[in-house]
């Protein structure tokens, strides 16, 4: 989101913005430092951060920093927040064990104001997602009632209230919530299965080789490429491993390239048109090529089809 206003802060000038913050966090690290030893515990956690990094930048967000065997993201909202803390507790716990040790990791986030600039951010959102983290055990997401409240209510399904917990430097309790990315269809569903739209609010369909996808308000961001980590991976070797993401902007769908060789867009009707490093608003339906023309290599395009309530 936008900064909503500027502050200068020891000759730094700081922007409020809207942000989720998430900390994630290898658990038990330090009895697998003394289990493995160190260069062998180092190179599986570093190894567990760098999956945790790249699943931030797939899913849109920003890497702030990493603290030991834990690291600090923020999201442009809380949607996105829990769908890559839901992606990243299903990477990690699908990893085989190294030396008979799984490593599990702990996530905490929440959604606020914070003062962000010099590639930082400061606050009490940040200080609110820390201390949810805290709270977080092993395989657990925990965040604020707050941040869950902003969720659409099919997101909200895949949660529980814990309880109200005394925060320091809060004069009133704070609501502390679990994401049930294990427990709940819907949660799991926001990471490559399909699902039907909430009434009343568009969504966009889209098919790459019998395999159906949904983007709406409780998926609002789908990636495409060769990556394995991407929600609809493709084979085609001209396809960059991030391809390209198409997102829900209030009630238009957006295609973004972000690949070296394009992407070629055919709606209905109309014009193949190539993409590159650019935006396009899907309408109608049709189809995408990645990489090259349609009339190439028709094997493995993705249709596509707004789909209006």
Known sequence: MSSIGTAIVNGTALNNA???VLFADISGSTRLYEALGDECAFAAVDGCLDILRHLTVVHGGMVIKSIGDEIMVVFPDAVIAAQAACEMQMVTSNRPPVQGFHIDI???FHFGTVLEGAGDVYGDTVNMAARMTEIAQARQIITTGATVAMLPPIMRAGTRTLSNLAIKGRSDDVEVSEVLWQENAEMTMMVGNTYTSEAGEPSLLLVHQGDH???NLARPSITIGRDELADIVVADRRASRIHARIEQRRDKFV???????GSYVTLRGEAEIQLRREEMVL?????????HPCKKDPDEIIGFSVQQP
Request: cysteine-free.
């Open 255 to 261: 295609l973004i390239d972000l690949s070296s060789n």
């Open 106 to 108: 702990r996530i905490g």
């Open 213 to 215: 996808f949904i983007v």
């Open 283 to 291: 309408h109608k339906d049709g189809s995408i090529s990645l990489g």
């Open 18 to 20: 809207q942000k989720a």
